[in-house]
């Protein structure tokens, strides 16, 4: 089993940031492949951004550019630096573990509770 748990939301102003952090425990953290997804009302989840054990790193369309998604594997941490933030970020955002490199959340085993973040325009 793998715990996560995420911080760091908030409420910012457009072109604001925000960092967020997913910190597990469980199984050894450095052997899984991280991601973020989000949530907007009304809306299915949605692929944020993904790093592997090695650190490559995939980033939806709609946040490249502005997201940075970095982990470390010495504090079972993976971040999500949020620049540039716009309103459609608005949504609840979710990490996950996965034993496979993948953008799909059915591939994701493990994932935290969400952390809600608002962008006000």
């Known amino acids: 089993q793998v715990q996560l748990v995420e911080s760091g939301g908030g409420l910012v102003q457009a072109g604001g940031s925000l960092r967020l952090s997913c910190a597990a425990s469980g199984r050894t953290f450095s052997n899984y492949v991280m991601g973020w997804f989000r949530q907007a009302p009304g809306k299915e989840r949605e692929f944020v951004s993904a790093i592997s054990v090695n650190g490559g790193r995939t980033y939806a369309d709609s946040v490249k550019g502005r997201f940075t998604i970095s982990r470390d594997n010495d504090k079972n941490t993976v971040y999500l630096q949020m620049n540039s933030l716009k309103p459609e970020d608005t949504a609840v955002y979710y990490c996950?573990?996965?034993?496979?490199?993948?953008?799909?959340?059915?591939?994701?085993?493990?994932w935290g509770q969400g952390t809600q973040v608002t962008v006000s325009s």
């Open positions: 996950g573990a996965s034993a496979y490199y993948s953008v799909r959340q059915y591939n994701y085993d493990y």
